[in-house]
């Protein structure tokens, strides 16, 4: 199954129209012809079955035959944050995987020995929506703004917190202050305590 994404398409838009290098790409890449059946999502959990009503490879439109809500069998939410890497395309390998295994939200931190302070959101968005395409998710991960380690500690959103390697000098009494507040310690899966 070949799946398209578009933020925008809700169960009352049809006709849709692609873009331009959509359009290309199921026209001339996948010789896809009016008739043909396509498969889009929103990346809100609805999968769209749509029947091509002009094949153009400049502007291709489909109309929605039938809509399904894909509900995930998870009880739980996962929320990455990641320092990005010297060598951006392990940070890129490390998107796709993570979309790939169905995370819901992603946060690029800086640390204070990080060596990249800058990213581009652009580009991230880019390479999780083709993850989300090629491992047919129908949920895009959310990729949130740039913030700093102690930032993201002091918001303190997340009930559990998973931490790991050791913190260094400001970023340790950061995460001390965070578990003083929750009188909680958590250790890792080998019983290390993480402070």
Not at 87 to 115: Q, V, Y
Not at 159 to 165: G, H
Not at 171 to 189: G, H, I, L, N
Request: aromatic fraction near 10%.
């Amino acid at each position: 199954m070949q799946l398209f994404y578009n933020s925008e398409i809700t169960k009352n838009t049809s006709p849709f129209t692609f873009d331009k290098i959509e359009s290309r790409h199921i026209i001339k890449v996948l010789r896809k012809k009016e008739g043909d059946m396509i498969y889009l999502t929103n990346g809100k959990g609805m999968l769209f079955t749509c029947k091509i009503t002009d094949a153009n490879d400049k502007k291709c439109t489909a109309s929605i035959i039938k809509f399904e809500e894909k509900q995930g069998s998870r009880d739980y939410y996962l929320h990455i944050a990641i320092a990005p890497t010297k060598n951006l395309s392990r940070m890129e390998w490390f998107l796709e995987k993570a979309t790939e295994i169905g995370i819901d939200e992603i946060t690029p931190i800086i640390c204070d020995h990080s060596e990249r302070q800058m990213i581009k959101p652009e580009r991230f968005h880019k390479i999780i929506q083709s993850a989300m395409k090629q491992s047919l998710q129908f949920r895009l991960p959310k990729l949130n703004d740039t913030i700093t380690f102690s930032t993201l500690i002091k918001k303190g959103t997340h009930k559990k917190m998973l931490y790991y390697p050791l913190p260094k000098r400001r970023e340790k009494k950061a995460t001390k202050q965070y578990f003083a507040k929750r009188r909680c310690c958590d250790t890792d899966w080998a019983g290390r305590r993480f402070f």
